[in-house]
Every structure is written in C-alpha cells, then in structure tokens.
C-alpha cells in the first residue's frame, strides 16, 4: 500500500516520502501507535518506495497535521524538495504487499508471544550482505516490544550502525516497553489510531456518482457530465465554491484509495469509508491498478490547482476528463 493509500498521518507520510526521495531515511525507525494505527501500512509503504520499479516522484507541497508527531527532527522537513511514493503496481510493489519478496523481512512474534534471540540473530546476520535483488533490505518487526531482553541486547550494535543497504523498522503499541538503550538508537515516530475517516455523506454520495459515470463512459465528452456533479452544491461564488468542491474530490480520492485497499486483498477494517463498500467493489473491476493510480494522481493535482486559485469549473471539467 503506498503511502497516498493510507488515510490520514499526512505529516509522518510527507517526511517519510520526502527522506526518501533525498536519500535521507534515516536507517533506524520506530513506528509507535495504539492499535489500528497504520503502522504496518506505513512500514510496507516505506519497503515500497525503496525498492520500487517505477516509483512516483512529484514536488507538490506536504499537508500539515496535528493527528500524529515526530518525536525526532532528523526527517527531512523541506517542502521544496521532491516526494517519493512507489507505484503500488510493478512486480515488486506487488510481492512486497503479499510478504514474499526476499528483500523485505517481517519479523513477528511465534507462538510463545515473544521474538527470541535467534530470530534476531539470523536477520542480522542477513542484512549483512547486500540486497538479493532490490535496492534496501528493509526489516520490520511487528510488536517489538515483544522482543525478549537478550533479543533487544542482540540489536543494539546493528541499530546503531545499520549495514549502508539496510533499513530497521520497529512497530509497537508499547514504546516504552523497550529498554532505554534500544529506544534511543531509534527515530520515533506517533501515530494516532486508525479506521473509518468523517466524510459529508453528501460529498460521499456525489464521489460514488462521478466515479461510476466515468468507469462507464468511454466518450470523453459524456465523462463532463461527472463534471457537473463534482460542482453540486457550487455557485454561490469565492471561497465557498472552492470548498465545496474540494469536499468532493477528497471524497473522490478516499473513494480510489479504498478501491485499491479492495483489490490488494487488505483487511477490509482499514477501508476509511467501510458504509461505501459495495460501491468500492463494484469500482474495483474499472479502477485497480495503473487507471485507478493515474485518477487518484490527478484528483490530488486537481487539489493541488484549487489551491492555486484555478477557476472551479475547469478543476471539476479537467478531473472529470483524466478518471
């Protein structure tokens, strides 16, 4: 899942996606949130972004928040500089998603509910040589803090100085379950919890409308007819009109997201929209993929013009013409 897929952490998603495109990831991260925050989503999206075959690199500026913090200010923070995303759809995107890409290793809690000190050791041992065939090797470990006491000791030197080709990851519900010598090798990062997102069941409404007109108009001249749905609500002129049909394209872009949290086989609660789900699935068949990519990328630029001041109705006739 790349990181324009996962809702909200907006300010996390830019630094992560901005580090990466400036060769500044920091190789030693923990990722900190209560349960159902995306942190896993974020981890795979950054495994993504590193190793990707045709990743999207764009300069547009980061949205702020204050939904999440960044304890540590080593992350590039610059909004003129580029942004990386991964595709979501090559072959690697796509293997890394389903957890058998040989590059990219989950580490996880067995049976006993605790990671020991030899699954340590042999995911150190193997960060040691180079990349099998991607560009970063990039372990994760879920639930760190369970990790025993001798496994976290079996840590510290290799989060301290990670082999040049390699990126450590760390998820927890429960940093400071971890010993203090472990944390502070860490750059932290806070994620609020995750799930459904608020939506005006109005501009939800008008999202599925525009989307099913489009998948199933081929002329693009009858696609403008989603044109003059995306500007329901408009009119009174100034500002308002503007976010109006900003509430719609947002509603838009949650609309696509979802439709590729569907088609990648994800776990249905993460979905921001789960009462839009029929309408999702039937998407899926016209909007998975390359297509649903390119219109979730022209949605965020058609944001991008509003922001600019572009006149309302040519955003709304434009969008409409690029789904």
Known sequence: MPFRDIPGHRRILDLLARSIANDALPPSLLFGGPPGAPTRETAVAVAQALNCQSPVVSHQASV???????????????DRRPTSDACGVCSVCVRIARGIHPDVQLLAPGDTGSIKIEQ??????????????????????????????????????????????????????????????????LIRLSFAAGGPVDVDPDARTIAERVLAQAAAASDPARRLEAAQDL????????????????????????MLRDVEVMATGADPRLLAQPESRPAVERLMRTFRGERGINAFLAVDRALEALDGNAGVKVVADWVALQL
């Open 120 to 185: 340590v050791r042999d995911v150190v041992e193997r960060t040691a040589y180079r990349p099998f065939e991607g560009v970063r090797r990039v372990v994760i470990i879920d639930e760190a803090d369970a990790l025993v006491g001798a496994a976290q000791n079996a840590l510290l030197k290799t989060l301290e100085e990670p082999p040049p080709s390699s990126v450590f990851i760390l998820m927890t519900a429960r940093p400071d379950a971890l010993l203090p010598t472990v944390r502070s090798r």
């Open 64 to 78: 702020r928040s204050r939904e999440s913090s960044v304890d540590d200010s080593r992350l590039t923070t610059d």
């Open 231 to 254: 500007l329901a609500k408009t009119g009174a002129g100034g500002a308002t009109d503007r976010e109006q049909l900003a509430s719609h394209l947002h509603a838009v872009a949650l």
